[in-house]
């Protein structure tokens, strides 16, 4: 965390290498979450580049860099908003094999196969919570969300999860 922290105020100082550094640290993330989302490549990499622009060009306006992940992937949700509506491409998260992690045994692969079947309202809910292991209050920020909402939305995600796995 430390290290990131270090990166960002290098990056808004105008270090292209620190930002660089950056981005590369972040960039997995950012593509399991496009996906999530989008479940389309193209349609991933439009969102990201568009967030590493965004992120490029307003990174001096960050206040606090130790919330960097979570300003990052706020943007990102936002540009896969903008590209679903563009579109008209609502899809659910699929299994994709980037998603998986070398050497990750398969609950993490059956989980994100179960998330396919919820609304989005709870899919990317529970996906930043379990996947990206985000907070409540992270995620309330990320989605422009009362935490109270972020809370339902986990509980009544897990009781429709718990319903589709047992029936399955």
Not at 79 to 100: G, T
């Amino acid at each position: 965390m430390a290290d990131l922290i270090r990166l960002v105020k290098q990056a808004q100082a105008g270090d292209k290498e620190a930002f660089i550094d950056l981005i590369e640290h972040c960039k997995q993330a950012l593509y399991k979450t496009a996906i999530a989302m989008l479940k389309n490549d193209a349609d991933a990499a439009d969102a990201i580049q568009d967030t590493v622009l965004k992120c490029y060009e307003n990174l001096r306006g960050l206040r606090e860099p130790r919330f960097f992940k979570t300003w990052l992937t706020r943007i990102l949700i936002n540009q896969c908003k903008k590209i679903m509506k563009q579109r008209r491409n609502v899809v659910p998260l699929y299994e994709h094999p980037e998603l998986e992690c070398e050497g990750a045994d398969t609950s993490q692969g059956e989980f994100l196969e179960l998330l396919n079947q919820l609304e989005e309202q709870y899919r990317i809910v529970l996906y930043l919570h379990y996947v990206e292991e985000f907070s409540v209050k992270e995620i309330g920020v990320i989605l422009e969300l009362n935490e109270n909402t972020v809370k339902t939305r986990l509980s009544r995600g897990r009781t429709k999860l718990k319903k589709i796995y047992c029936f399955e």
